[in-house]
């Protein structure tokens, strides 16, 4: 997904990784955000053992994540393109 703000592009891209037995969660969903190769920010959402691993709601919990930095007004473009992505 590709959100254009402050005058760069970036490009936002998730990973959800999984296995992670005798710890207190067993998936982990990644967003980073990132301007050509370097990393602006990242979120995680981490799911515990005892919830349903939703690929959905891990990437929302951790792009909020990723972005809480951000003004609202710079948030808003990428919810905006999320929702146009999945929709």
Known sequence: M????LGMTVT???R??????G????????CIVMDGEKIVCSGHAFCSNSD????SHGRKVAMTRAIAGF????RKLFWDAYHAEVS
């Open 16 to 21: 959800h990784r999984h296995g992670y037995s």
């Open 2 to 5: 590709k959100v254009t703000f």
């Open 52 to 55: 349903q691993f939703v690929k």
């Open 71 to 74: 003004r609202r007004q710079e």
């Open 12 to 14: 936002v891209s998730w």
């Open 23 to 30: 710890l207190k969660f067993s998936h982990i969903t990644d």
